[in-house]
């Protein structure tokens, strides 16, 4: 198994930057594909982001392209979740997750999880 930590979640100003790191325990997370989500209150998870095994391929969501930036660093055993350009609507409690098979924007298809960073976007 392996156990994902979130971290650098918090409150930023809209237009303002974030970085949102992901880091695995137990297994190396290179055995992974690695995905992030979103939930904002009374709203269903939705997939942020994805990134294949190796970091050469991967994906975002329409509603942040442009804007945030998924990328992964093996030998630190994370990955990371680069957020630019804030937006209220982005505020969300944001999850990592990982995936033994490739990178997808199927929440059902990973197999770990973390807690989840809350991040708010508020003037």
């Known amino acids: 198994q392996v156990q994902l930590v979130e971290s650098g979640g918090g409150l930023v100003q809209p237009g303002g930057s974030l970085r949102l790191s992901c880091t695995a325990s137990g297994r190396t997370i290179s055995r992974y594909a690695v995905g992030w989500f979103r939930q904002a209150p009374g709203k269903e998870r939705e997939f942020v982001a994805a990134?294949?095994?190796?970091?050469?391929?991967?994906s975002t969501a329409d509603s942040v392209k442009g804007r945030f930036t998924i990328s992964r660093d093996n030998a630190k055993n994370t990955v990371y979740l680069q957020m630019s350009s804030l937006k209220p609507e982005d505020t969300a409690v944001y999850y990592c997750a990982a995936d033994s098979y490739g990178p997808t924007t199927k929440r059902a298809t990973y197999d770990y999880w973390g807690q989840g960073p809350q991040v708010t976007v508020s003037s």
């Open positions: 990134i294949s095994w190796t970091g050469s391929s991967t």
